[in-house]
Each structure stands twice: as structure tokens, then as C-alpha cells.
């Protein structure tokens, strides 16, 4: 439960990134809309199978990815430490398919994934609003 809080967390820190952000280079934009919409189908994906009590098989090796690619998308953007930070709870994070135990004990975990996913989708959302770059 407690890496659930912490993806949920890390997820709500992105959201503030981004917010913060007055204008992203066009490919930057479409790198974080792309990233932050393919994670959170992910984690609403593993949070629908888990909810049914199965095992969402492939979301492990789908999360390892999309978070092995946030460092560079998130690069101009902070710190080094903090993308760093963001990376390793992701990396942590990627395995969604054991969660259907913690999840049989404590529905309120697939509430936190469902959760996690929303800070996702908005931060796409938010990408996609932010103005392009110019010099």
C-alpha cells in the first residue's frame, strides 16, 4: 500500500511540473502527452484487473518501460535529483501484477491506482494546453 501512496504522490508532483511549465518545445509537448496518457492507460488498465480480482498480466513490463523513458522527458524540465526520484518510485511502482494481493486486502488501493491514473491523464491534459516554445 505504501508504493501506492507513492506512485499517487509522485503522479500529483508531475501534475505540478507540468503546471509550472509556460511553454515546452513542440517535441517535449507531444513526448509528455504521449508518456503521461500511455501511463495512466496502464495503471487504469492494472487498476480495472485488479478490481476484478485477476492478475493484469503485461502491465509489469509496459510500466518498466514508460518509466525507463521519463528521465529523458522530463529532463529540461527539473533536476536531475528529482527526475531521478520520479524514475525510481515509477521503477518500483512497475510491478502492478503483484499488487492483486494488496488489493484483494484493501480495495481502497485500486481507488489510489484509479487515483494515480487521473494525476497522469491530467498532466497529459495539461501538456497538450501548454503553448509552443518559439526561440
Do not use: W, Y
Not at 89 to 117: F, G, M, S, Y
Request: charged letters at 20%; aromatic letters at 2%; glycine letters at 6%.
Amino acid at each position: 500500500m505504501e508504493l501506492i501512496t507513492l506512485l499517487v504522490g509522485t503522479a500529483a508532483s508531475i501534475v505540478s511540473i507540468v503546471q509550472g511549465c509556460t511553454a515546452l518545445r513542440a517535441d517535449q509537448k507531444r513526448q509528455l502527452v504521449q508518456l503521461f496518457e500511455q501511463i495512466s492507460d496502464t495503471i487504469e488498465s492494472a487498476a480495472t484487473t485488479l478490481e476484478q480480482g485477476e492478475v493484469p498480466h503485461g502491465s509489469c513490463v509496459t510500466m518498466g518501460a514508460l518509466a525507463r523513458a521519463l528521465p529523458e522527458v522530463l529532463a529540461d524540465l527539473v533536476p536531475q535529483q528529482e527526475v531521478q526520484e520520479h524514475t525510481e518510485i515509477l521503477l518500483r511502482a512497475h510491478d502492478l501484477e503483484q499488487l492483486v494481493i494488496v488489493t484483494r486486502d484493501n480495495p481502497q488501493a485500486v481507488v489510489q491506482l484509479q487515483q494515480a491514473a487521473g494525476h497522469f491523464r491530467a498532466a497529459a491534459t495539461i501538456a497538450g494546453l501548454k503553448r509552443i516554445h518559439t526561440s
